[in-house]
Each structure stands twice: as structure tokens, then as C-alpha cells.
């Protein structure tokens, strides 16, 4: 879409910073935002919907395309609603809360099927997500950056726009126990050596873990300050379990508890404050049920790349019934010891963790002769490294899943993926960060 726009005509649409333009709203950016057209030029309004006659002020044009705030709703889309939450524009968490859930849902399946269309050129079938129950208070972690305004203390998200701390705290994306403590720390305060409160909640267990990240050259006589600090909150919740600091040394955990436990179904996992784990318990149930019914059911062995502490392949090694060998490769020496007791914890013996990176860990699984009936990618968000893609390809698997969170890399992959052996099968996104513009994308491919 936007490669269309030729700058060199940019005058011929007579758009300038402060003009207050009115504007048919036909689609939507990656992020939400609402796109329509004036003069052949590209306009982007935040908080515009699909269908809806706005009007707007233009704030500044970059690369082509121009960029406006929301004046007026002139004729509103029957999907739009009043936000669920009071700070919901200022706080940063959620970005859809103007839309309807349908509406929502039906905004993601787009961006999906138009980046297979538009970045990996494939014309195949974009399903529609799979809704979530609860599109509210199921974060099981979270950042808060801290701010102070003369005695003030605020913990909220970092506006990625502004590069500036959000003005208000979220309130719905995570579970009640959570929130009564980030009300907490913003009553009582915190040292002042404290730049981010990292927490982390079991819904298992109903547990929480906090960390405090401390300045970088913080004395000892602040470090000391901050775990009194630990201390007097630990006293004060008693579901708070694990608890500690992040320095620029490394993770000091301070409680006598060293991990929060967590289930899937029912796999247990321990989780260590560094470790990844998706954010959304219930939908990344219905993830792993997506990838149990797409693998066939003699899928003997199993690789997962990018493994983490084995959210995914420790799951199903559980179910897949004839699932005799899982090897996990993982670049974090901590997420591989997690990983590997996670296997014991579960009596999971068919298990194995290797410490690496994937695309360079792919020439020992071809000399030792490991010959994978699938493999599992789950990247992060700039997905797959060209030298995996390039081992994917000679490894051969009959089948591989790739489980993104960034459609437009997804994309990318795919494009090559598809280009040399692989045909895709299945595109299941699933609604794993409700209210956010976010969304998983489970992608079955086969050997064509």
C-alpha cells in the first residue's frame, strides 16, 4: 500500500501540517490505526474505524504518507463503542478498545491475509482467530516503567510514539492480584535507584513475583535500600512468592522461593524472572490445540527451535501419543536449564535441550542423524534468522509450524519457506492479546 505513493507528487495534494481535512475511513495500518485517502495522498488517523466519515487535523507528513489526530466522528462505524477502561487514552496497554470485539477480531484476520497476499504473495485462506473468553485482565506479566512528578510515583507502560512513560497505570489487562499491587507501590513509593517493576502472576497458583530493576552505577547503600524495600511489600502480600532485583550484574533473586510455577493443562512449569512465557495463559491452550490437530498422530520425533523453557514442545510431548524423541534448542542458558527441569518435572524423559543458536545447532542435528518428522519455529518478533530458514530447508521435515507474532515477518519467511520445498496448509491466527493490535498466527506447511 504504501509503496504506491510517489513523493515527488506529494504537493498535488495540498495537505500541510494544521489543515483540518474531512475523511472516508476504508482500512486500517498494522497497528489500528484508520487509513483513508484525500487527493491521491495517504492519510492515517488513529482511533478512526473502518466505514466511518471523520474529521481530522493533519499533524505531519512522513515518507508519503500523512498522519492526523481525531477531531470529530462525522458518521460513526456500528462497530465502534465507548472504551471499557477511564485511562484508556493515556495509559498504552490496549489499542482497540474503540472497536467492537467482531470488529476487532475481524481487523486482525485482515492484517494477516494481507501480508500473506501482499509480502509472501500467497493466495491461501486466512481463517478467522480464534476468539478469546476473557479479553480482559489475562496478562499473567508485565513491565511498568516508573515516572515521578514532584512526590508522585506512576507506574505505566512506555509509549513507544512518544518515548515517554504513559500518563496513567493499565487497569484491565491484568489480573486483579496485580493490579492491587502496582496500587500499592504507586501509594507507598519506591527508591529512587528503582527504573521498572517487572511482575509476573500464576494463575495456577495465584502467586505473583516481582522484580525490581535498578539504575545502572546504583551505590550499595541503594541496593540495600531497595531490598528493604522487598521486604516490607513481601510482608504486606502474602501471594507475593518470589522476589528480587535486576542490576546490571544479572537477576539477584532475594525470596526463598526461586521460581513461580505455572500450568498448561496439565504441565507443570517453573518459571525464572528472565524467562519468556506467553503472556496469555487460556489462548495459548488453544494455540497448542491448534498444533495438536494440525501434526498427524505418527509424528514420531520432534524439533522446536527457539524453544524457551518449553512452553510448546514439553505440551506436547505430554499429548502427541506417539511422540518418541523432543529436541529443544535455545540461545538463553537460563531458559535451557528451565527447560530441562521442566522435562523432570514433569517425567518427561523423551525430552532433550540443547544450548545454541538454532541456525547454527542444525548442522549437529544433520551429522548425528536426528531426522525430524516436524519442526516448531516460534521467533521472536523479527522473526527467523536467514541462516535457519536456509537449515529448515535442508533438514526437510515432513511438516513445520511456524507460530508468529508479527504478520509481516511471517510473511517474509514464509515467502522463502514456500518458494523452495513448502506448501502452506493451514493460517489459524489466534487472539492471543485481546484489545491490542497484536495477534499469534499458527501456519501449517508441508512438503510439496
Known amino acids: ?207 505473583i513475583m516481582l522484580f525490581l530493576r535498578i539504575q545502572p552505577g546504583s551505590s550499595k547503600k541503594a541496593l540495600a535500600e531497595a531490598s528493604l524495600c522487598l521486604q516490607q511489600i513481601s510482608r504486606n502480600f502474602a501471594n507475593l512468592a518470589v522476589w528480587g532485583l535486576q542490576t546490571d550484574t544479572g537477576w539477584q533473586t532475594l525470596s526463598a522461593e526461586k521460581y513461580l510455577t505455572d500450568t498448561l493443562a496439565d504441565v507443570r512449569y517453573q518459571i525464572a524472572p528472565e524467562a519468556f512465557f506467553q503472556v496469555n495463559n487460556a489462548q495459548t491452550l488453544r494455540l497448542l490445540q491448534v498444533i495438536e490437530q494440525a501434526l498427524p498422530p505418527d509424528t514420531e520425533q520432534l524439533l522446536d527451535a527457539y524453544c524457551g523453557i518449553g512452553t510448546l514442545g514439553l505440551a506436547l510431548a505430554k499429548h502427541l501419543p506417539g511422540l518418541r524423541r523432543l529436541l529443544g534448542i535455545e540461545l538463553n542458558r537460563g531458559a535451557v536449564a528451565s527447560a530441562r527441569q521442566n522435562a523432570r518435572l514433569n517425567d518427561l524423559v523423551q525430552a532433550e535441550f540443547w544450548l545454541g543458536k538454532a541456525e547454527q545447532e542444525f548442522a549437529k542435528v544433520l551429522r548425528q542423524g536426528f531426522v525430524p518428522d516436524a519442526v516448531i519455529v516460534d521467533p521472536p518478533r523479527r522473526g527467523c534468522h536467514q541462516q535457519l530458514l536456509n537449515g529448515l530447508l535442508q533438514l526437510a521435515p515432513r511438516q513445520l509450524i511456524y507460530v508468529s507474532c508479527n504478520p509481516a515477518t511471517l510473511a517474509r519467511d514464509l515467502r522463502l519457506l514456500c518458494a523452495e520445498k513448502y506448501a502452506v496448509q493451514l493460517v489459524q491466527p489466534v487472539d492471543m492479546f485481546p484489545r491490542t493490535h497484536h495477534v499469534e498466527t499458527v501456519v501449517l506447511l508441508s512438503k510439496g
Open 1 to 207: 500500500m504504501l509503496s504506491n505513493i510517489n513523493e515527488k507528487n506529494l504537493p498535488m495534494a495540498g495537505l500541510h501540517p494544521g489543515d483540518i481535512i474531512m475523511l472516508e475511513i476504508d482500512g486500517y495500518t498494522h497497528d489500528g490505526q484508520g487509513v483513508g485517502r484525500m487527493n491521491g495522498a495517504v492519510v492515517f488517523v488513529r482511533g478512526a474505524l473502518q466505514g466511518e466519515l471523520v474529521q481530522a487535523e493533519i499533524k505531519r507528513e512522513r515518507r508519503g504518507v500523512f498522519y492526523a489526530d481525531l477531531l470529530a466522528v462525522l458518521q460513526a462505524s456500528g462497530q465502534r463503542q465507548e472504551p471499557d477502561c477511564p485511562v484508556y487514552a493515556s495509559c498504552g496497554g490496549c489499542h482497540l478498545q474503540h472497536m467492537s470485539y467482531a470488529e476487532e477480531l475481524n481487523f486482525k484476520q485482515q492484517q494477516v491475509q494481507a501480508a500473506l497476499q501482499r509480502l509472501a504473495g500467497l493466495q491461501v485462506e486466512c481463517r478467522p482467530p480464534l476468539p478469546a473468553e476473557q479479553i480482559y485482565h489475562y496478562r499473567n506479566n508485565g513491565v511498568f516503567h516508573v515516572s515521578r512528578q514532584e512526590s508522585r510515583l506512576q507506574l505505566g507502560f512506555w509509549d513507544e510514539a512518544s518515548h515517554q512513560p504513559a500518563g496513567a497505570a493499565c487497569q484491565l489487562l491484568f489480573p486483579l492480584p496485580l493490579n492491587e499491587l502496582v496500587a500499592h507501590l504507586q501509594q507507598t513509593g519506591l527508591p529512587l535507584c528503582v527504573s521498572d517493576v517487572l511482575l509476573r502472576f500464576s494463575f495456577a497458583e495465584e502467586k
